[in-house]
């Protein structure tokens, strides 16, 4: 981790004046090249709930955007602290640019001392990042865009508009109408034959 975090406890200010009983948090600069490399993940999300989590934190519940670094999909938890001045602050319904990096047990974390940011002040950042990624989770319980899409009628100009697809159409009943004629004539010959035969084998009876 590239910053220096300082916490400055107050308790006997907190004493004298009531002030919250949060550290505050001091951090040195930290310069995007920096916090790029760093970091496990970088994406901008919508934060969609904050909630309480154990051991003093708090889970930030992201529907993400986009993505720069990292295994993100269209939603990620990051985590941060609770109680101190140096926990990563984040309303609902408002966009970030975050910076996390994984902890031990695989989760991701944020702090005050990264360049986590709202989209709003970080235009430097996101100048340096370029586009990034639009995140996109494939569950078999969803439906399918692509194969709903494919079913629709070609656009026109394409297949719908072809002259062979048509000439095929038109071809249909007239060979199923040159099989027909084929068959009965084929029926008519044979029917004749079978009489002629009739005929010769009761002239060759006669005494």
């Given amino acids: 981790m590239k910053y220096l975090a300082i916490l400055a406890l107050v308790p006997i200010v907190h004493g004298l004046t009531g002030a919250s009983p949060a550290a505050a948090c001091s951090c040195a600069q930290v310069d995007i090249d920096a916090a790029i490399e760093d970091a496990t993940a970088i994406f901008e999300g919508r934060v969609d709930q904050v909630v309480e ?5 708090v889970a930030l519940s992201f529907s993400v955007v986009r993505v720069w670094k990292g295994d993100i999909g ?4 990051v985590y941060s ?20 990096q994984a902890r031990s047990d695989g989760e991701l974390q944020a702090d005050a001392c990264s360049r986590s940011r ?3 002040t970080a235009q430097e950042d996101l100048t340096r990042l ?5 995140p996109f989770d494939l569950d078999p319980k969803d439906e399918q865009p692509v194969i709903a899409a494919t079913a629709q009628p070609p656009p026109a100009g394409g297949c719908a508009t072809c002259t062979v697809g048509t000439g ?4 249909g009943p007239l060979a199923l109408g040159a099989l027909s004629s084929v068959w009965l004539w084929a029926a008519r010959r044979r029917t004749r034959r ?14």
């Fill in 130 to 134: 370029g586009a990034g990624v639009v």
């Fill in 168 to 171: 095929t159409r038109k071809r």
């Fill in 118 to 120: 709202p989209v709003t």
């Fill in 74 to 77: 269209q939603h990620a938890n």
């Fill in 194 to 207: 079978l009489h002629r035969q009739g005929r010769k084998a009761a002239t060759e009876r006669q005494p």
């Fill in 53 to 57: 989590a154990q051991s003093g934190s």
């Fill in 81 to 100: 602290s609770a109680g101190s001045g140096c926990g990563f602050q984040a309303r609902t319904a408002e966009t970030y640019l975050m910076y996390a």
